[in-house]
Nanobody, 127 residues
Framework: QVQLVESGGGLVQAGGSLRLSCAAS????????VSWFRQAPGKEREFAAA????????YYADAVKGRFTISRDSAKDTVYLQMSSLKPEDTAVYYC????????????????????WGQGTQVTVSS
């Protein structure tokens, strides 16, 4: 079992940048595929980005491609989401999630297939 804690959210102006962190405890985070999801007020939680187990392949939703970068620091058991060129529509609570030894995009991009979730961190982008 693994516990996830997100941090790094905050208020930023449009065009700015933030880096979110997802720190894991309990088991080696390198054994997991890890995803970032986000949920805006009144909307469903949606996939944003993922990094696969072992190969480190990355996946992105079209809405964030080219602006967000997901990365992993296995020594620190942490996954990051670097967000640049932020837009007001990026405003949401951002959650990290994990699934043991997963490489497949289909499993990493669906809410119902991720096993562990953090509590979320708020990102607000002002116009």
């Amino acid at each position: 079992q693994v516990q996830l804690v997100e941090s790094g959210g905050g208020l930023v102006q449009a065009g700015g940048s933030l880096r979110l962190s997802c720190a894991a405890s309990g088991r080696a985070f390198s054994d997991y595929g890890v995803s970032w999801f986000r949920q805006a007020p009144g909307k469903e939680r949606e996939f944003a980005a993922a990094v696969s187990w072992r190969s480190g392949m990355t996946y992105y939703a079209d809405a964030v491609k080219g602006r967000f970068t997901i990365s992993r620091d296995s020594a620190k058991d942490t996954v990051y989401l670097q967000m640049s060129s932020l837009k007001p529509e990026d405003t949401a609570v951002y959650y990290c999630a994990a699934r043991y030894r997963t490489t497949n995009y289909d499993y990493l991009s669906r809410r119902d297939t991720l096993t562990y979730w953090g509590q979320g961190t708020q990102v607000t982008v002002s116009s």
